[in-house]
């Protein structure tokens, strides 16, 4: 425990260091980059001691704040949080550490560090704290430090939309948490994690607080409308920390609440599971209706989020309806596929940070041909894309398996399987995720294929050039993890076994065990087959080897059919590759559709273009805002600028209050 | 003491009359230098003659701030502001002083009602606190330059300190230090402001600051 809190003063003390330099970019930036990996290190050694000893961590330090109290603790919940937060902050940084620089003015490169530092910090600190208040408190910082690193570049009015959009979603959500957790300690008068207690009758609505409260960092549809708009705009290093783990505290949140609610009731599961698929189906749409590399896989957080939320609420139902095996699937697989979307998620937007980066566009219709241009980056960005869609040998697959297990074990239980309701669940979730995980994987067809292959669409594509070697390194890191996690399958249901089983009623303490040894025969049969597919890979490479020694080979251009003026326009865009799925879904969501259709025999113009705004954002939380902002300028009267008749308000106020009160 | 301590006390409702009443910027930083003088001395008087090390160090410490720095600051800015040595009030000083009068039944008033407990040394301390507050609100909002204002924030200020002396809580130095260290800021970044608002409006009147609003 004490490693974990020197980590946390190395993160501030490295933060505040590299904000000072404010005369060397460049050692402000290698201190950061320093800080932030060390810290990462320190944690994650402490969170590997809980994990592996099975014993929980504490320190408790005097603190001198109303009903706060500086508790920390590592269970085995908080450390399979602490992972992966410790494992992508290190990677960012060392990725930041080459890209900042070369990509931003040097003023923004310390505050860049200290707020990515301070970012890290309270992360880790939001899933250690064991006080309300701490919790909150670490909860707003996380939220301003990833408000200022959204805004570090700050000068575009784009950047600063993004941003406020982002602050106002963030505070919406804490407004539910600081109901929540006042509620949660009501009945103790304290605001110690050890002394919440639900009352009875509450369970439903504090459920639902911390759903809209957690939900709302996390991503949840319609609360995701910030999503999209901040990870763009950040810098893609802080993106990777931001989609990669920092929305994942949301999850943690939820998690940590349900362990203080006790017995839930089972609409909260299907609530989940239909939360789940809504985000599923929805992010992975919106996704591919977008054309910007880094929106795209915004909206796929979105339906990464959901993929873990279906796989809450399958657990939530185990619990509810007492199958162990259901519950513990369903955790587990939720709590899998925590570390395994930070880590392809990560490794996709610093793949897509490497793409602006080399070509200075993100625009997918502007790229192409980039495979050859940027090997490394091509390659482990197509390791991300199988592994986020779903795809075996690779991680994503392992977690949705579990998910599926989960459920499918749940409907086979003998002594329910009659029930119209489970039957819905089956084809909710289990049609839910195979549609999910088939769209995820047309959507990134498009953005790899379009990205990366072909010719260049334009000259920024043509220029490109690969990133700088330590950039390259951390996505080959990443890219590695992920095959790691696919590869050692079976140990990470033992991995998980503890945390599930902190979530769970000690009732069910006994039957996890078993539930969990259920698990392994599927695991060890994917393991053994993704191990028997590398090793067919590899025979298959070094036959080819072998038959290509010693003759030469030609590198000439696609074959075009023999056509004698082939131009890079003649390539499938972005928009055009979408747009049959998008039609067959327009009902869920508008896209606004600019054709000119060619005509006659030599049409000389036509032109096709796609675009989709988000649905909620422009039918649901616009008009609200619209309206608030309405309101607001009616009472425009009383902002008259005056200082005088602004303390006069003030002192006028504390007068009324003396004379009512003292009458 | 306890004459000697009435005595400061009256003298403490007649300079938050004299700023009311006064025309000069010259003669309300006099006065509010007098006022912190004042203040300072009423934990002394109402102790006297147990004054320990600690009480006596405070108290000499809040009168070299509130009596030398803090009008030494102010008389700086006023200085380099090139502002005119005439209070500008919004209302009239006659009015303001019938104002002020009215005030202090109200602060009898509210004194009277007050359900706590005070330090029982002089009948007229709590009502004079609340007074020496009421006045110095009355200050901010009723004069329009800069100076004035920060004049008024200080008698405020004195005012709280005379308040926290009256219910004698259990670390009412403490606590007054805090507000001081906020009258300090306070004074910096009105002076800041005196000096932008001169650069840019050629005047130190807070009203201009409205041209400002979107």
Redesign the interface.
């Known amino acids: 425990m004490w490693l974990f809190v020197a980590g946390l003063i190395v993160f501030f003390g490295g933060g505040v260091v590299s904000l000072l330099m404010r005369m060397s970019p460049r050692l402000a930036s290698m201190v950061g980059c320093v800080a932030a990996v060390t810290g990462s290190l320190l944690a994650l050694g402490s969170a590997a001691h809980v994990l592996f000893t099975g014993q929980a961590a504490h320190v408790t330090m005097a603190w001198q704040i109303p009903f706060g109290s500086l508790a920390l603790g590592i269970d085995s919940l908080s450390a399979i949080f602490v992972v992966p937060i410790a494992v992508i902050v290190a990677v960012a940084a060392i990725y930041g550490g080459q890209y900042l620089p070369s990509s931003y003015r040097s003023s923004v490169i310390g505050p860049s560090w200290f707020f990515f530092n301070l970012l890290a910090a309270t992360m880790l600190l939001v899933v250690v704290a064991r006080n309300g208040l701490l919790f909150l408190l670490c909860w707003e910082g996380m939220s301003l430090a990833s408000f200022f690193l959204v805004l570090t570049d700050h000068e575009r009015e784009r950047t600063q939309r993004a941003a406020w959009i982002y602050l106002a979603a963030m505070h919406l959500g804490t407004a539910c948490l600081l109901v929540l957790f006042l509620l949660l300690g009501r009945s103790s008068g304290d605001l110690d994690f050890e002394r919440f207690t639900c009352e009875p009758g509450s369970a439903g609505i504090l459920f639902l607080l911390a759903v809209v409260g957690f939900g709302t960092k996390a991503g949840f549809i319609p609360v995701h409308v910030w999503l999209p708009e901040a990870h763009p705009a950040a810098p893609s290093h802080v993106s990777a920390v931001m989609s990669g783990v920092m929305i994942k505290t949301g999850i943690y949140g939820l998690l940590r609440i349900l362990t203080f609610l006790g017995d839930v009731p089972s609409w909260s599961g299907w609530t989940l599971v239909v939360v789940g698929v809504l985000s599923g189906i929805l992010g992975v749409l919106f996704a591919l209706a977008q054309h910007d590399l880094k929106k795209l896989l915004a909206y796929h957080s979105v339906e990464n989020i959901g993929i873990i939320v279906i796989g809450l609420g399958v657990g939530l139902l185990g619990l509810a309806h007492r199958i162990p095996p259901m519950a513990v699937l369903g955790f587990a697989g939720a709590m899998l596929h925590v570390l395994n979307h930070a880590l392809f998620k990560s490794l996709l937007f610093l793949g897509a940070g490497a793409v602006q980066h080399g070509t200075g566009t993100r625009d997918i219709d502007r790229l192409g041909g980039l495979l050859k241009k940027m090997p490394v980056t091509g390659t482990t960005f197509l390791v991300g894309a199988c592994a986020i869609s779903g795809l075996p040998p690779l991680n994503g697959f392992v977690s949705e398996l579990l998910i599926y297990l989960g459920v499918l074990t749940g409907v086979a239980d003998s002594s329910r399987v009659a029930e119209v309701g489970w039957a819905l669940l089956c084809v909710l979730v289990v049609g839910g995720l195979a549609l999910i995980g088939g769209l995820a994987a047309a959507c990134f067809t498009k953005a790899f294929g379009c990205a990366f292959l072909g010719e260049p669409r334009s000259e920024d594509a043509e220029r490109g050039h690969e990133v700088g070697a330590a950039m390259r390194a951390s996505m080959v890191v990443l890219a590695g993890a992920c095959f790691l996690v696919a590869l050692t399958g079976p140990i990470w249901p033992y991995v998980y076994g503890s945390a599930v089983v902190a979530v769970a009623p000690a009732s069910f303490h006994g039957e996890v065990q078993a539930a969990i040894e259920q698990s392994r025969f599927p695991l060890m049969v994917v393991c053994v087959s993704s191990w028997a597919f590398l090793a067919m890979v590899g025979l298959l490479a070094m036959v080819r080897r072998a038959l290509l020694s010693g003759r030469q080979v030609d590198r000439v251009p696609t074959w075009d059919c023999g056509y004698a003026a082939p131009t890079p326009r003649m390539q499938y865009t972005a928009s055009s590759f979408a747009s049959p799925i998008l039609l067959l879904f327009r009902m869920f969501f508008r896209p606004r559709i600019g054709q000119h259709l060619p005509t006659g025999l030599f049409p000389k113009q036509a032109s096709f273009e796609s675009e989709t705004p988000d649905v909620f954002r422009e039918y649901l939380f616009e008009p609200v805002f619209s309206a608030v902002a309405w309101t607001a300028l009616r009472l425009r009267w009383l ?7 602004y ?2 308000y003030i ?1 006028l106020t504390i ?1 009324v209050l ?2 009512w009160k ?2 | 003491m306890t004459s000697w301590l009435d005595a400061t006390l009256v003298l403490l409702i007649l300079t938050s009359l004299w700023l009311l009443g006064s025309s000069r910027l010259q003669a309300c930083i006099r006065a509010v230098a007098f006022q912190g003088l004042l203040v300072g001395l009423i934990p002394l008087l109402s102790k006297w003659p147990e004054i320990s090390l600690r009480l006596g160090g405070v108290a000499v410490l809040s009168m070299a701030i509130k009596a030398i720095v803090l009008p030494a600051m102010l008389r700086r800015a006023v200085r380099e502001a090139n502002v005119l040595n005439e209070v500008q009030p919004l209302i009239g000083f006659t009015t303001s002083l019938l104002l002020g009068i009215a005030l202090w039944g109200l602060a009898m008033h509210i004194a009277g009602r007050l359900p706590v407990q005070t330090l029982n040394v002089s009948a007229i301390l709590v009502p004079v606190a609340i007074f020496t507050v009421l006045c110095g609100l009355l200050l901010i909002v009723s004069r329009n330059t800069a100076v004035m204002q920060v004049i008024g924030y200080l008698g405020l200020e004195n005012g709280i300190y005379v308040f926290g002396w009256a219910f004698a809580i259990e670390e009412p130095l403490l606590v007054e230090m805090g507000v001081l260290l906020d009258v300090f800021v306070a004074v910096f970044v009105m002076g800041i402001t005196m000096h932008h608002l001169s650069r840019e409006f050629d005047t130190i009147e807070t009203d201009e600051l409205s041209s400002l609003k979107d």
Request: aromatic share 6%; glycine share 14%; net charge positive.
């Open positions: 902002q008259h600028g005056r200082l005088q008749l303390v006069l002192a007068l003396f004379i003292l009458g």
